[in-house]
């Protein structure tokens, strides 16, 4: 009863707020508005709900999952997209605003044509049916039938009773989606964020504190004397992440997700100016240096309480936070499960929305629609898509590798065509829109058949980076021989783009963070990595301390005392 209470009380409290935040701001009458909110959204909103549309179920279950099998090797995903976020914020988003677009796929259509845009706009929407919105709602439903066993309260079987949460879920989900706008989504998303930051790492604490007898210090000294080997950051060729992979298709992977990912990007497209956009982004990225210790740790801990004996890793998660959190904080944990889902669930049928009604709605099917028709179509659209994934996600159970690696895999389809046209459209003015879309046409393809079909003795993120160099020289030697006009980007002045003051410094800082993680978890480091460290090290924080005390003598503040005591 305790847990019903406390998962009602903050599941309605998110919502009041959310309501409470956007009633009377009219953001669903508009296109810019529904999809954008409005370009009114700040720094802790962009940076709460970048994060909460990234961490969800499919990390809390699926990412836990894999640490429960390999260990903090699988932190490359969050480390790395520290790194990723930090060149998000410095180099891509500044291109965004600057061209006032709503979507990736419109940027496309600006520097290469129309068709190039449809493409793009198929591929995004396949990525978000097939590996993304369908595995957040099952690995939701694990969690919840762990927390609350639902099976014995409507006593049926547990797989009638994942197929009654994700209906449930999804539908609520949909519903929060399609009629709140994306404002409302990164309202309760920041809410959320700070909801699952706190559960998460009261999980982890309990779960410490339940090994180590009520200390977390000896339980944390407890699960690293047993288990090394899963503390190492750098692991073996032979693991299920490669450190090699890191400078090859992980890379990509990240960059692709973090910086042309339209779920991800339209939350910072949607920033009142480029300064609060850039703080938002770098908020993310510092919470990503922290979130492994709920999504990495716990699953360690639960392989060393659980002595490695769980039938599937998936539910290695689940079944610790039913050990050891009290009755209270299992209602708010499932809240906060819930808010997760609802994040990803609903950022991805916005996004969705958003693709097909900005690019191929108004582009192309019916140029003269009003705004009341695109946002009416746009709701339509999403209740259509979230039953679809309701109905695709029960049957991605029982990934052989776990559902994590399984997005993983899937998203390796999508992410290193769309990757190296945008990065090729950044960094030329020249390549033609026929190079774009038989690049993407040919990476899809490729990645598909050596992946699935074929099957090549080679890791899929390996491939994914090898896919990447070769559409990038692809597409380098048909704009040599066949060069276009060069393009020119238009600042469209629809928002402010002067950068934060601070931005270099604390994305210094970040990055420092990123390689201290791999530094102090690899085993047998050698000599001379570790003083090229330190240097780093050094220099990074005298640049820090420097960038500050700077800010500090420009501000305001400070110019007003030099003003009196001229």
Known sequence: MLAFISFLGFTLFVAGFAYYKT????????????????????????????????????????????????????????????????????????????????????YLEKRFDKQTLTITSILFLGMYVISLLPIVLYTGAIALESLFQVS????????????????????????????????AIA???????????????????????????????????????????????????????????????????????????????????GAKNLAEGQKGVLLCAFFKLVIPTIIILPGIIAFHIFQGQIDNPDNAYPMLVELVLPEMLVGFFAAVVVGAVFSTFSGGLNSSVTLFTVNIFKKSLKPDATEAQTVALGKYL?????????????????????????????????????????????????????????????????????????????????????????NIVFMLVVGYFYPQEAYEEVYTEQVDIKPWSMVKPVSLLIALGSVSMYVYLAHNVPGWVMTGYYVFAVASLAYVFWSIGRELMNSPRASMRTQKQG
């Not at 932190?75 to 600057?98: G, N, S």
């Not at 029982?398 to 690696?405: Q, R």
């Not at 774009?436 to 990476?443: C, D, E, P, Q, R």
């Open 23 to 106: 009633k009377n701001a009219h953001l669903t009458d508009s296109a810019e508005g529904y999809f954008l909110g409005g370009r009114s959204l700040t720094g802790v909103y962009i940076g709460g709900s970048m994060l909460l549309m990234n961490l969800s179920t499919e990390h809390l279950v699926g990412l836990n999952g894999l640490s429960f099998r390999t260990g903090f090797i699988v932190m490359a995903w969050e480390v790395m997209a520290a790194m990723a976020i930090v060149l998000f914020a410095i180099f891509f988003l500044p291109r965004y605003l600057k061209l006032g677009i709503s979507t990736i796929p419109e």
């Open 152 to 183: 014995d309260v409507f006593n049926v079987d547990k797989t009638t009773a994942l197929w009654i949460m994700v209906w449930g879920v999804g539908g609520l989900g949909a519903v929060y989606a399609v009629f709140g706008g994306i404002k």
């Open 382 to 470: 999403g209740l259509g898509l979230a039953v679809v994934s309701m109905i695709v996600a029960p049957l991605v159970a029982n990934a052989p590798d776990g559902l994590f690696y399984l997005i993983q895999q899937l998203q390796g389809i999508f992410n290193a065509p769309i990757l190296s046209v945008v990065m090729v459209g950044l960094l030329t003015k020249r390549v033609p829109a026929i190079a774009a879309k038989l690049g993407l046409l040919f990476g899809m393809s490729a990645y598909i058949l050596f992946n699935f079909v074929v099957k090549v003795d080679i890791h899929f993120f390996h491939l994914v980076g090898l896919l990447f160099a070769g």
């Open 187 to 269: 309202v309760a998303d920041t809410i959320n964020g700070v909801g699952l930051i706190t559960g998460g790492l009261m999980v982890t604490l309990f779960a410490l504190a339940y090994v180590g007898d009520g200390n977390i210090l000896s339980g944390l000294a407890e699960v690293y004397q047993h288990n090394p080997e899963k503390f190492n950051s750098i692991g073996d060729e032979d693991s299920l992440v490669p450190f090699s992979t890191l400078f090859t298709g992980l890379v990509v992977s990240n960059l692709f997700f973090w910086c042309t990912n339209q779920s991800i990007v339209q939350k910072a497209l």
